[in-house]
C-alpha cells in the first residue's frame, strides 16, 4: 500500500515537470543581515527579486512575522510578484491551523505540507491563455518560414543562439515549416521556397532586405524577442531618439549574457559604428552585461538592450520600467539597426497581422 502511493505521488510529481517544466529555485541571502556585508547581501535579495515569477517566504510557527519580513511582502506587491508564506516546523504545533490563500503550514522534518507547498506553487504559476508567442502568432500549420542565421565568427561554435532555437521549436508547435539558412544561401532558399515570413539576424538586415520580395513579411529575431518580453511598444519609441542626439550624447549599450568578445562583437564594435555613421554625432558610449545593469539611469540619453534572451521577462520589464520611470528613452539592437537602415516599418508589418 506504501509503495503504491509512494508511486502516485512520483507520477503526480512527474505530471507537474512535464506542466510546469524545469524550475530554477534561487536560495537568497537573509534579508535581516545586518554590517556592511549584511547589507549587500540584502541589496542582492532585492536584485534577485526582480527576476522571479514567484517568491516564496520561508519562516517558523515560533516566530510572529517582524518588520523585513513585511517589508518583504511589501515588495512582493509592489512588483506583482505571487508569493507564498510557508510555515515551517509545524510539527511543534497541537493544532496546526488551516492553510489559506497564501500561508502553506509544514514540517521539514516530518514531511508535513510538503506536496501543499509544491502544489500551491503551481497554482501561483501564471496562466498561459493569453500567452505570447515568438513565431507561431503569426502563421498558421504549414506555413513556411525562412530562418537566416549567419554563421560568421561571433556565432557559438556548434549551436545556434536561443532566439534562433526558441524560433524553430515554435514554429515546429504550429505545425509550420522552419526552413534554416545562411544569407548567402538565401536568394537559392527563396526560389525552392514561398515564406510566408522571414526572420533574421539584425546584424544582416541591410543585405537581407535586398534579397527578400516586398510581398513577403520580413522582420528580426531581436524585434520578436521584443515583443516576446513586453517592450516592443517601448523599443520602437525610444528608437527615434536617435534623431535627436547631440555631441556629448551618452548611450549606454546592455547585454543580459556575459559572452566572449568578439574582434567584431555586435555591441561593443558594430553597433556603436552604425549609430555615429548615422548620426554623425561624436557620441559617447558605456557599457553593461550580466546582471550588471545601472539603477540610475539619469546621466544617459538612450538605453539600447539586447534582445534579452537569457534574462527572465521580469527581469527585462524591470529594465524598461527603470528607464521608463526616469524619462530615459529605452530601445534593443534589433530595433536600432531595423531604424538605421530604414526597414524599421517593415519589420514591424507581420506584428500589425
Known amino acids: 500500500m506504501i509503495q503504491k502511493e509512494q508511486q502516485q505521488i512520483q507520477l503526480k510529481n512527474q505530471w507537474n515537470y512535464c506542466l510546469f ?18 547589507e549587500k547581501r ?31 511582502i511589501e515588495i512582493f506587491k509592489e512588483r506583482e510578484i505571487p508569493y507564498l508564506i510557508v510555515k515551517n516546523k509545524s510539527d511543534l504545533l497541537k493544532d496546526v491551523p488551516k492553510n489559506n490563500e497564501n500561508i502553506v503550514y509544514s514540517s521539514s522534518l516530518t514531511g508535513f505540507g510538503i506536496e501543499e507547498v509544491k502544489n500551491t506553487i503551481g497554482t501561483l504559476v501564471k496562466d498561459d491563455e493569453n ?3 515568438l513565431v507561431s502568432d ?16 561571433s556565432a557559438p561554435k556548434g549551436r545556434l543562439i536561443l532566439p534562433q532555437q526558441l524560433a524553430i521549436r515554435d514554429i515546429l508547435d504550429k505545425h509550420g515549416i522552419a526552413v534554416v539558412t545562411q ?8 526560389k525552392k521556397v514561398t515564406p510566408k515570413l522571414v526572420v533574421t539576424d539584425s546584424q544582416v538586415f541591410n543585405k537581407v532586405k535586398e534579397i527578400v520580395p516586398k510581398e513577403i513579411y520580413l522582420t528580426s529575431f531581436s524585434i520578436l524577442m521584443a515583443r516576446f518580453k513586453g517592450f ?11 534623431d535627436k542626439l547631440k555631441d556629448g550624447s551618452k548611450v549606454l549599450i546592455a547585454e543580459g549574457c556575459t559572452h566572449h568578445r568578439q574582434c567584431e562583437d555586435i555591441g561593443t564594435v558594430k553597433l556603436p559604428k552604425w549609430i555615429k555613421d548615422y548620426t554623425k554625432k561624436n557620441i559617447e558610449f558605456e557599457w553593461t552585461s550580466g546582471t550588471g545593469f545601472p539603477d540610475n539611469l539619469t546621466k544617459y540619453d538612450l538605453v539600447i538592450h539586447c534582445g534579452g534572451c537569457m534574462l527572465s ?8 520600467e527603470t528607464a521608463v520611470k526616469q524619462c530615459v528613452p529605452f530601445t534593443n539592437y534589433g530595433t536600432t539597426i531595423a531604424y538605421i537602415q530604414g526597414i524599421l516599418d517593415r519589420s514591424l508589418k507581420i506584428l500589425e497581422k
Open 42 to 72: 540584502v541589496a542582492q535579495t532585492k536584485k534577485i527579486l526582480r527576476s522571479c515569477d514567484v517568491a516564496i517566504l520561508v519562516t517558523t510557527v515560533e516566530r510572529e512575522f517582524e518588520e523585513k519580513e513585511n517589508e518583504l
Open 21 to 38: 517544466g524545469p524550475v530554477t529555485i534561487i536560495d537568497t541571502p537573509g534579508f535581516d543581515d545586518v554590517g556592511e556585508l549584511g
Open 131 to 133: 500567452e505570447i508567442h
Open 138 to 153: 503569426f502563421i498558421d500549420s504549414g506555413d513556411v518560414v525562412v530562418l537566416v542565421t549567419p554563421i560568421d565568427g
Open 232 to 242: 516592443l511598444d517601448t523599443a520602437v519609441k525610444g528608437v527615434r531618439v536617435l
Open 313 to 320: 521577462e521580469n527581469e527585462v520589464k524591470y529594465r524598461m
Open 183 to 190: 544569407t548567402s544561401e538565401l536568394e537559392k532558399t527563396l
